[in-house]
């Protein structure tokens, strides 16, 4: 998992973003990634960062969208249709 200045050439207007979050298959479903990306938004909070950001593809949609995660906008992007998604952590810049 990264938390990168830019994820999407497209919308370098949107910083930061959470990036590369991957759990191994045999560990799925345990909550794990749930964890992994709470405490990234925890950090970006304490940092005052005030927005996160996310490029995710359709089949992980639902599951950030379980996290308080909105959806911004459908866009291209390497060629695959992703879903952008943002988060409001509760930090003020």
Not at 5 to 25: I, Q, R, Y
């Amino acid at each position: 998992m990264s938390l990168v200045v830019h994820e999407n050439e497209a919308h370098k207007d949107l910083s930061p973003w959470l990036a590369n979050v991957f759990v191994l298959p045999e560990r799925r479903n345990q909550g794990i990634g749930s964890l992994l990306v709470q405490r990234v938004v925890e950090e970006c909070k304490a940092l005052r960062v005030p927005t996160l950001y996310l490029e995710t593809l359709k089949a992980q949609e639902a599951f950030y969208k379980r996290l308080g995660w909105e959806a911004v906008e459908q866009a291209l992007y390497r060629g695959q249709q992703v879903m952008i998604m943002a988060k409001d952590t509760g930090g003020s810049a």
